[in-house]
């Protein structure tokens, strides 16, 4: 087995454990419990699943998606979000291969995916994803002091995350005041402004504002055919925000060449 094999397949069985403990984020975190203590029980009876019981994706499949105690059927969300986190590890690893960016990649797919999941079901974003992800994108700018630059676009310096965290809090917070002193209502919630500085450190000043971009095309998109059908519908906009961050890591960089080609004629 050669070595490019063995990285993906370890960076897919990574992946699946991250995910795992993903799900766990994903429900303790809006209802601010620990993800340490009591380890992981079943949703439905609440009884602790024994070890055996918890292997990514594979023990869901061996107890056709049941319950071993109370035989009630487990939610698609968890295996469905595991296997998304493991090929989200594993697309990283396949295009930078054994490098900081594939980690940084894959850890940024990870904490957008689970604020998406998060806001859809809870119309909240913990700290812990936006917060605590500003300060994991800001050290991965540090730890390519170390390590070397990266021949990557998506590659930032330490100023340049620094930079990114501020505007993309910065651009967000005025949208939210401009937009509450039009409507006279809240137009912005704290978490998604916090989670705009995260977006920043991991994706520039550039990508900070790129994203604020797509998700309001996408959100337009969306509010906009519910606005015309008479429903008034939340859709929380977390979701957009992480839909908009992902195409521009995979986008960005030739979106903004375009763009500056078009500017300059």
């Known amino acids: 087995m050669n070595p490019a094999t063995v990285t993906l397949l370890f960076a897919g069985m990574f992946g699946l454990l991250v995910g795992s403990f993903l799900n766990v984020c994903i429900v303790r975190w809006p209802a601010m419990e620990s993800v340490v203590k009591p380890r992981s029980r079943c ?36 295996p469905l979000i595991e296997l998304t986190t493991g090929g989200l590890w594993v697309a990283a690893a396949w295009h930078y291969g054994y490098d900081l960016e594939a980690l940084r990649a894959a850890v940024f797919g990870t904490l957008l995916l689970g604020i998406a999941v998060t806001d859809a079901r809870e ?20 730890a390519a002091l170390w390590i070397g630059p990266a021949p990557d676009p998506h590659a930032l310096s330490w100023s340049q995350a620094l930079l990114g965290a501020a505007a993309g809090f910065g651009v967000l917070w005025i949208v939210a005041f401009l937009g509450s002193k039009a409507f006279g209502k809240d137009a912005m919630g704290g978490g998604d402004i916090k989670m705009m500085a995260m977006i920043g450190a991991f994706l520039g000043w550039q990508g900070a504002l790129l994203t604020v971009f797509l998700a309001a095309v996408c959100g337009t998109l969306v509010f906009l055919p519910l606005k015309l059908a008479g429903r008034d519908k939340l859709v929380p906009f977390g979701i957009f925000l992480a839909l908009g961050a992902a195409v521009c890591w995979v986008l960005g960089p030739a979106i903004l060449a375009w763009y500056s080609r078009f500017m300059l004629g």
């Open 123 to 142: 119309y909240i974003i913990p700290d812990e994803f936006s917060v605590g992800g500003a300060a994991i994108g800001i050290l991965f700018a540090f």
């Open 43 to 78: 949703p439905q009876c609440g009884n602790l699943i024994a070890w055996y019981d918890n292997i990514p994706l594979l023990s869901w499949l061996i107890l056709r998606a049941r319950c071993r105690r109370c035989t009630l059927p487990i939610p698609w969300r968890y």
